[in-house]
Nanobody, 123 residues
Framework: VQLQASGGGLVQAGGSLRLSCAAS????????MGWHRQAPGKERELVAD???????NYADSVKGRFTISRDYAKSTVYLQMNDLKPEDTAVFYC??????????????????WGQGTLVTVSS
């Protein structure tokens, strides 16, 4: 199973970006999908996540500005980021709780991370 994130870049304060993260591999089902971020010198923190049932959770710092969504058929999670601020500058990582097919009839569940995509917001 792999998670491939895309959509980061450089944007001015007040601008917008949309991140995408697609899961691929021998996937049977995906429970939670979400986004974390890690700013320079800081710990990784939750930005937003969405369950298989569509329940959504946001960090207080992004409520009203970021929107997480999910395409279940494409195993893809999105993060629409509006009104970006310099303090949003960070590497954004997608994550997913995946149940996958192993060898033969085996199945397993694991937590996966994407490779990270850099978002830089200039003032």
């Amino acid at each position: 199973v792999q998670l491939q994130a895309s959509g980061g870049g450089l944007v001015q304060a007040g601008g917008s970006l949309r991140l995408s993260c697609a899961a691929s591999g021998s996937i049977l089902s995906i429970n939670d999908m979400g986004w974390h971020r890690q700013a320079p010198g800081k710990e990784r923190e939750l930005v937003a996540d969405i369950t298989s049932g569509g329940r959504i959770n946001y960090a207080d710092s992004v409520k009203g500005r970021f929107t997480i969504s999910r395409d279940y058929a494409k195993s893809t999670v999105y993060l629409q980021m509006n009104d970006l601020k310099p303090e949003d500058t960070a590497v954004f990582y997608c994550n997913a709780d995946v149940r996958a097919r192993g060898k033969g009839w085996d199945t397993y569940s694991s937590h996966y991370w994407g490779q990270g995509t850099l978002v830089t917001v200039s003032s």
